[in-house]
């Protein structure tokens, strides 16, 4: 499953999240938010990206990876997650929800 969430009022902040079993988060980035901080008090400058860790959760905050080729951009942002997830049928959205 894969959610797009958007702020209200800073609409540039979003979460892009890949989830399995409805409450298991596998990958979220954040785009546009405040820093993260890990559980072992390193802080993480946004945007940033979560992956699951056993024990953990999505509570680990990591650089992004060079796989995300423009995350100022949240539409390109949502494509390569989906090409990260390895989804094959891709859904039909409008470009305009994501600026």
């Given amino acids: 499953?894969?959610?797009?969430t958007r702020a209200s009022i800073r609409l540039t902040k979003a979460s892009l999240?890949?989830?399995a079993r409805v409450a298991v988060?596998?990958?979220r980035i954040d785009l546009d938010g405040p820093p993260h901080r890990n559980p072992d008090d390193t802080e993480v400058p946004c945007p940033h990206i979560h992956?699951?860790?056993?024990g953990y959760g999505d509570k680990w905050a990591e650089p992004i990876p060079?796989?995300?080729t423009d995350s100022s951009d949240p539409w390109k942002?949502?494509?390569d997650l989906m090409a990260f997830c390895n989804?094959?049928?891709r859904?039909?959205?409008e470009q305009e929800l994501f600026s």
Avoid: G, I
């Fill in 66 to 68: 060079p796989w995300v």
């Fill in 51 to 54: 992956f699951h860790r056993e």
């Fill in 1 to 4: 499953m894969l959610d797009v």
């Fill in 17 to 19: 999240l890949h989830r």
């Fill in 87 to 89: 989804v094959v049928t």
């Fill in 25 to 27: 988060v596998l990958v």
């Fill in 77 to 79: 942002t949502f494509h």
């Fill in 91 to 93: 859904p039909n959205l």
